[in-house]
């Protein structure tokens, strides 16, 4: 691997500069920072600091437990580590695990809990089973993870094999990278999760509102 030839991508959040490695040689798209993973955490870390804005429930940390599928190099994983979800699983697929052990040891010093990674390939029912066991999760966290047609499906499937029944809930960094990708996903979610709210662009943080990325709240019924 080939980490100290690419630019280390930063972070500020709440104080500390988290600082991500990446692999830009590597065939793994997940050895790179996507972009959607810092305006998502960008938003959250501004809703936690004006609870004036919405989505106040989703984001109240405290005994939330949560999983992200394809962490990559762990900007939204790690970012919302910082910000307090300390009950977090980081997911992958087994290639790209180095890279967000390296980053988590790499950032450790800023979290006060270590988040746990595990191997998770959408399509693997061993893996959503382990990890869903003792029970599901009340927040499922993905940035950028919709980008290939023929793994749409699995992905939705994991989705919804991982959030709880009834109160779970996906926070979605998005980001249109295939045309036919995002048709499928959009189509396909609102069988699983029908309640989608588009975070709107005045609430993300100026900063970090980048034309072409989204924050999506997928749930499976309204907010009560
Ligand atoms: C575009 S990268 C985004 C990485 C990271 N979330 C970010 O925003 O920087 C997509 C991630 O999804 C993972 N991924 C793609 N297909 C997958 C699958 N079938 N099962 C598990 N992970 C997968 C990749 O390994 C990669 O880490």
Request: glycine share 4%; aromatic share 8%; with cysteine.
């Amino acid at each position: 691997m080939r980490f100290t030839a690419s630019p280390v991508v930063e972070l500020p959040v709440s104080g500390a500069v988290l600082t991500f490695e990446q692999d830009n040689d590597s065939f793994e798209v997940g050895t790179s920072v996507w972009p959607s993973s810092l305006v998502l955490v960008k938003f959250v870390e501004r809703c936690i600091r004006d609870p004036a804005l919405p989505f106040a429930d989703v984001l109240r940390f405290p005994g939330t437990r949560a999983v992200e599928l394809g962490s990559g190099c762990g900007p939204a994983g790690l970012g919302l580590s910082r910000l307090g979800l300390t009950d977090l699983v980081l997911t992958d697929i087994a290639a790209v695990l180095p890279a967000l052990r390296r980053n988590l040891r790499r950032n450790r010093v800023h979290l006060a809990r270590a988040p746990r990674l595990a191997q998770l390939h959408w399509n693997c029912p061993a893996h959503l089973a382990t990890l869903a066991t003792p029970r599901r999760f009340d927040l499922v966290v993905a940035a950028d993870v919709v980008y290939v047609q023929e793994s749409v499906p699995h992905l939705i499937a994991a989705m919804d094999a991982l959030a709880d029944a009834e109160r779970g809930v996906v926070l979605l960094g998005y980001q249109i990278r295939s045309p036919e990708a995002h048709q499928v996903f959009w189509e396909t979610v609102p069988a699983v999760f029908p309640v989608i709210e588009k975070v709107a662009r005045e609430h993300l943080d100026p900063e970090y509102a980048y034309e072409e990325s989204d924050v999506f709240i997928l749930r499976r019924s309204p907010r009560q």
